[in-house]
Nanobody, 127 residues
Framework: QVQLVESGGGLVQPGGSLRLSCAAS????????IGWLRQAPGKEREGVSC????????YYPDSVKGRFTISKDDATHTVYLQMNSLKPEDTAVYYC????????????????????WGQGTQVTVSS
């Protein structure tokens, strides 16, 4: 079973940047999608970026489009989330997750698509 380990979270001032990393323990597994999702206190978990590995397409919700960038390094089995122009509303626990097979809805931003999750890393945006 794949293990996902996130790192890179922390405290940052508004307007600042962070880069999150997610290391996968098993490179032999095939994922149809890999994504970053977040959960703020009192809110539902939401997707903030994902890669559809069938064609390499990337997806972002409007709330982070233009500020967040997902990328992956196949050689090191690591996925990154570069977050720029951070806002207080970006404060959340950020999770890396993989989907072995996407559902009929094929929505890699949807939390229900994912079957393996990391432990999460806290991101706090505050002055």
């Amino acid at each position: 079973q794949v293990q996902l380990v996130e790192s890179g979270g922390g405290l940052v001032q508004p307007g600042g940047s962070l880069r999150l990393s997610c290391a996968a323990s098993d490179s032999s597994l095939d994922f149809e999608a890999i994504g970053w999702l977040r959960q703020a206190p009192g809110k539902e978990r939401e997707g903030v970026s994902c890669i559809d590995t069938s064609d390499g397409s990337t997806y972002y919700p409007d709330s982070v489009k233009g500020r967040f960038t997902i990328s992956k390094d196949d050689a090191t089995h690591t996925v990154y989330l570069q977050m720029n122009s951070l806002k207080p509303e970006d404060t959340a626990v950020y999770y890396c997750a993989t989907a072995a097979v996407l559902s009929y809805y094929n929505d890699c931003l949807a939390p229900y698509e994912y079957d393996h999750w990391g432990q999460g890393t806290q991101v706090t945006v505050s002055s």
